[in-house]
């Protein structure tokens, strides 16, 4: 086989095993699925047309424990403006219990979802737990933590204030 065969046929390959790549800021968020802890299915599609917090965690993360009051306060300064915060969990299966009763213990309000195949994190590229994406209303990544982070901070409010509608921006 020439050299110039063997390198189209490898390119030909390459083309046909796509890898997907990791999500990047300005790019589009991966679409992903979910259950609710109702046990309906739901996901990505039920978000778009409002920016929105998303928040990979489990319960045994000790950081993710640490972020959830914070989470939780960030929902109740800006939910009313529009902006939602969605938390998926990749605790097992069985585990369905063990999530209520943190949401229980924590005040935790805002919309937690289940993904016990952990799908979500390998969609993410996430190696490992807390990753948290901030995503506009059509559905971009505006910015990512992938290590623990203060959900309210100064720096986070700002980008999340930038994407409320002008309207909903007044105090």
């Known amino acids: 086989m020439t050299r110039y065969a063997t390198l189209t046929m490898a390119a030909l390959v390459a ?7 990791r ?3 300005g790019g589009p968020a991966p679409p992903f699925t979910a259950l609710t802890l109702e046990g309906a299915e739901t996901g990505s599609e039920d978000l778009l047309g409002a920016p929105y917090m ?7 993360c000790a950081p993710c424990r640490e ?7 960030l929902h ?15 605790d097992n299966r069985s585990d369905g219990d063990q999530i209520l009763a943190f949401l229980e213990e924590h005040d935790i309000t ?4 289940h993904d016990p195949t952990w799908e979500i994190q ?4 996430l190696y490992g737990l807390p990753g948290s994406f901030l ?11 992938l290590v623990p982070f203060r959900p309210m901070e100064e720096d986070v409010q700002a980008d999340v204030r930038a994407l409320l509608p002008a309207a909903a921006e007044q105090p």
């Open 15 to 21: 083309a046909a095993c796509e890898v997907p790549e």
């Open 54 to 60: 998303l928040n990979i965690w489990a319960t045994w």
């Open 67 to 73: 972020e959830m009051p914070e989470l939780q306060e």
């Open 110 to 113: 805002f919309p937690v979802w």
């Open 23 to 25: 999500p990047q800021v």
């Open 135 to 145: 995503i506009d209303a059509e559905g971009r990544i505006v910015r990512e933590w």
């Open 122 to 125: 390998d969609t993410y590229f």
């Open 76 to 90: 109740d300064t800006y939910a009313d403006r529009g902006f939602r915060v969605v938390a998926v969990s990749v």
